[in-house]
């Protein structure tokens, strides 16, 4: 009796941690996308000052594709740091592993 109790409870606690990570996913995702947002924001109204003046009237197109372009540049240079943090935080975590054996 006391086995299916423990396997309850243990079942339980799994639920309840794979929601809580779920959750924490959501949020994060949640966020992110306000973030990006906002720095669309940002982007757009930089080329609208600094880039639009110089370019002819009627030139939508190209200051569109100025901005497409800055933000491709942005979150392909974003990206690869932050997998390049990753790296390194998995390299010395299994190097400190390896120094505990």
């Known amino acids: 009796m006391a086995t299916s109790i423990n396997k309850l409870t243990k079942g339980a606690l799994k ?3 794979e929601t809580t990570k779920q959750m924490i996913v959501l949020a ?15 982007v757009q109204d ?3 000052t600094y880039i639009k003046p ?12 100025i901005y ?10 974003i990206t690869v740091q932050l997998t390049a943090l990753k ?11 390896g120094n505990e054996t």
């Open 46 to 48: 930089a080329v609208n």
């Open 68 to 77: 497409a372009l800055l933000v491709t540049v942005l979150a392909v240079g």
């Open 87 to 97: 790296d390194r935080l998995e390299k010395s975590m299994l190097e400190k592993e």
């Open 15 to 17: 639920m309840q941690l």
């Open 28 to 42: 994060t995702n949640g966020f992110g996308l306000v973030a990006a947002l906002a720095w669309n924001n940002v």
């Open 54 to 65: 110089f370019l002819p009237n009627g030139s939508g197109l190209v200051s569109l594709l």
